[in-house]
């Protein structure tokens, strides 16, 4: 890159942060990439309305506070992205294969996919990803 480049870069992510807006969306890397779903109704992530479609699904950077009990890796934000834009995100479950039975009927998605379910009552959608031995279980009520 040339040294004027890197400056055009360096200060729009100077000015981004500034005003709070991410320079760039961060590009899926594998480990971050958990699936692709399609929510067929809009619901409620992260307290804002998330409309239905089709979105791919990837692990924030952000970390998350434990809640008493439990580590670090016990819940991951994620991330619900169309195209390049991060439309909304909501808390995770991590819950380990080894676990899995312990925690949740069901079947679960196919190894490095995702699947959505409307829950009995029909007043929560699940949306349950599997990657590398970790399930990522995500309960979004209906809006």
Excluded: C
């Excluded at 109704?41 to 008493?68: E, I, W």
């Excluded at 009990?69 to 380990?96: C, H, I, M, Y």
């Amino acid at each position: 890159m040339t040294r004027n480049v890197i400056g055009v870069v360096l200060a729009g992510a100077v000015a981004a942060a500034l005003v709070g807006q991410p320079a760039a969306i961060q590009a899926q890397t594998p480990s971050s990439a958990l699936g692709t779903v399609q929510l067929g109704r809009s619901v409620m992530a992260d307290g804002k309305v998330l409309a239905a479609g089709s979105y791919s699904l990837r692990l924030a950077a952000d970390s998350v506070t434990p809640v008493t009990g439990q580590g670090p890796e016990n819940a991951k934000w994620v991330e619900f992205v169309q195209g390049d834009q991060v439309k909304g995100r909501e808390l995770s479950t991590v819950v380990l294969s080894t676990e899995l039975k312990d925690v949740i009927r069901g079947t679960p998605p196919a190894r490095n996919s995702a699947k959505v379910e409307l829950l009995s009552g029909g007043e929560y959608l699940r949306v349950w990803a599997n990657r590398s031995g970790n399930h990522y279980l995500i309960h979004l009520p209906v809006g």
